[in-house]
């Protein structure tokens, strides 16, 4: 059984802080790996993508994968309250269907 | 262009209705995906269809009837739906090599009365 697992949260974070977030996954054999956001009522939105060992940086957010820990995370850094939503982590090998965890709820307190 | 578009974006249907869903990608992607979503849960797969044709059914009532008539388009058909089907369904599309980034569209809030 493939999974995907996050602490649902809420992770209450303060304004201007760095918010981390984490996952972990079972499938040694995946090879890709995404963050999604998703705020309330809508659909997720892809954020970030990563698929070698060690961080990527986009912006504010930066995906670090270590894949011998089968663990990865997202950090968002001067944390805004926009940035309050649900974070979708999901991973896949090769063409498969995306496995998704639980997804953590983020909020960012003004 | 990411875009994924869905229509309608609302519908309220009883349990006696026919309607149906539909789904457009001009990403070139050949793999297109239904998803059922409920509160606070993650998307949960329903279908998929690679290079038009369906590769999997992840056991969904056949009250819900996908098809894909090319590869830009993707319909889901429904049929004497239950309440508890009220969701949100997504549709999603990925490239089927590469970097396999998946992009969903806006969703359709689905009611059954």
């Known amino acids: 059984q493939k999974e995907v697992e996050q602490n649902s949260g809420p992770l209450s974070v303060p304004e201007g802080a760095i918010a981390s977030l984490n996952c972990t996954y079972s499938?040694?054999?995946?090879?890709?790996f995404f963050w999604y956001r998703q705020y309330s009522g809508k659909s997720p939105e892809l954020i970030m993508s990563?698929?070698?060992?060690g961080d990527k940086e986009d912006g504010r957010f930066t995906a670090q994968l270590n894949k011998a820990s089968q663990y990865v995370s997202l950090l968002i850094r001067d944390s805004q309250p926009s940035d309050s939503a649900t974070y979708l982590c999901?991973?896949?090998?090769?063409?498969?269907?995306?496995?998704f965890g639980k997804g953590t709820r983020l909020s960012v307190i003004a | 262009d990411t875009e994924v578009t869905q229509t309608p974006k609302h519908l309220v249907m009883g349990m006696t209705n026919k309607k149906s869903l539909k789904c457009e990608q001009h990403?070139?992607?050949?793999?297109m995906y239904w998803y059922k979503q409920k509160a606070k849960k993650p998307p949960e797969l329903m279908f998929v269809?690679?290079?038009?044709?369906?590769?999997i059914n992840e056991s969904v009532p056949s009250r819900f009837s996908p098809e894909c008539p090319n590869s830009s388009l993707l319909n889901l058909h429904l049929h004497a739906l239950q309440p508890e089907d009220s969701a949100l369904y997504l549709c999603?599309?990925?490239?089927?090599?590469?970097?396999?980034?998946?992009?969903f569209g806006p969703g359709t809030r689905l009611t059954v009365t």
């Open positions: 990403m070139g992607h050949r793999a």
């Open positions: 269809y690679s290079y038009e044709k369906l590769s």
């Open positions: 499938d040694r054999g995946s090879q890709s």
């Open positions: 990563i698929y070698s060992n």
């Open positions: 999603a599309s990925s490239s089927s090599r590469g970097t396999y980034e998946q992009y």
């Open positions: 999901a991973a896949r090998s090769g063409n498969t269907p995306l496995v």
